[in-house]
């Protein structure tokens, strides 16, 4: 289940390369615009780290690229500086080891991931748990050659700078790395556990979900990526999910007060279920169409 959560995070899906598979040539993920007399903004669920050959651009897509004044993302994943004086600030904790927070069952876990990843527990000692969970995850994928710079939000930055077209975030690195650190401790291990369950399922999980997001198929990915997280966790449901829905649906709101034309691109996980962002503008009164294919 940890591993779907970790998915819609930007910022640290660069930090991890926590990713989502690659798709069927035929894609046609989803995509979403609201209207008034003097706004157009597109919404369009991601994921963030694929597979260099992998192709997503649609018309549709390319369309709305076109048009638009300005592009949105969830945070900027460009400064490394800033996001390594973060993690350090957030992700490590050398005063109190790894392993003195695991019984020994679990630091034997630990190590046999560690090995398997070419590496040892002890590289990981430093780490606090929810870094170690997200470090975890990134051997499987990256040996399956998965890469940031091949993400959605990577490319759709580069077109977008390319054109002389501003690039505008969400959030900040500190409010999404804030997201993980904040844990409570238990929950935090339990994050540490579940990437070392998926280590080896994690792909095939990946690949339902990616073929999901690019058949357009949303309510298959509200069940693999939300629902389970919902009935679950509600609390990180709340707190991963729903608050930064809600907040994002106030700031579309002033966006949409506004006028010009904007493409909004965020995790795939934020755009389904009956707590996405297209609710929570719905109960602003605000409509939300979803494009035919």
């Known amino acids: 289940m940890f591993?779907?959560?970790?998915?819609?995070?930007?910022?640290?899906?660069?930090?991890?390369?926590?990713?989502?598979?690659?798709f069927p040539a035929a894609a046609d993920p989803a995509l979403w615009v609201i209207r008034d007399k003097d706004s157009?903004?597109?919404?369009?669920?991601?994921?963030?780290?694929?597979?260099?050959?992998?192709v997503w651009r649609t018309p549709a897509i390319d369309a709305a690229l076109k048009e638009a004044d300005a592009l949105w993302v969830e945070v900027d994943t460009d400064d490394t500086a800033a996001m390594g004086g973060l993690v350090r600030q957030y992700g490590l904790d050398p005063a109190r080891p790894l392993s003195s927070k695991l019984d020994a069952g679990q630091k034997a876990r630990l190590d046999t991931a560690a090995a398997s990843l070419g590496v040892t527990g002890a590289d990981f000692e430093p780490l606090r748990p929810w870094l170690a969970g997200l470090q975890l995850s990134v051997g499987p994928l990256v040996k399956a050659g998965y890469d940031p710079a091949s993400g959605v939000e990577a490319k759709l930055k580069t077109a977008a700078r390319e054109t002389g077209k501003p690039v505008y975030t969400l959030e900040t690195l500190q409010q999404q790395i804030s997201l993980f650190a904040d844990l409570p401790?238990?929950?935090?291990?339990?994050?540490?556990?579940?990437?070392?369950?998926?280590?080896?399922?994690?792909?095939a999980m990946l690949d339902a979900l990616v073929a999901a997001w690019s058949a357009g198929d949303v309510e298959a990915l509200d069940?693999?990526?939300?629902?389970?997280?919902?009935?679950?966790?509600?609390?990180?449901?709340?707190?991963?999910?729903?608050?930064?829905?809600?907040?994002?649906?106030?700031?579309i709101q002033t966006?949409?007060?506004g006028k010009g034309v904007a493409v909004?691109?965020?995790?795939?996980?934020?755009?389904?279920?009956?707590?996405?962002?297209?609710?929570?503008l719905a109960a602003r009164g605000i409509t939300v169409e979803r494009l035919a294919d």
């Open 255 to 257: 966006l949409l007060d």
């Open 223 to 251: 069940r693999l990526m939300v629902a389970d997280m919902a009935a679950q966790y509600p609390a990180l449901h709340d707190a991963l999910l729903v608050r930064r829905n809600k907040a994002w649906a106030g700031q």
């Open 3 to 22: 591993t779907r959560l970790k998915r819609g995070f930007a910022a640290l899906a660069v930090l991890a390369a926590t990713a989502l598979a690659a």
């Open 185 to 203: 401790p238990a929950v935090e291990l339990a994050f540490l556990m579940s990437a070392l369950d998926e280590m080896d399922s994690g792909p």
């Open 40 to 54: 157009t903004l597109y919404l369009l669920g991601t994921v963030h780290v694929l597979k260099p050959e992998t």
């Open 264 to 280: 909004i691109a965020v995790g795939a996980a934020h755009l389904v279920g009956e707590d996405s962002v297209q609710v929570q």
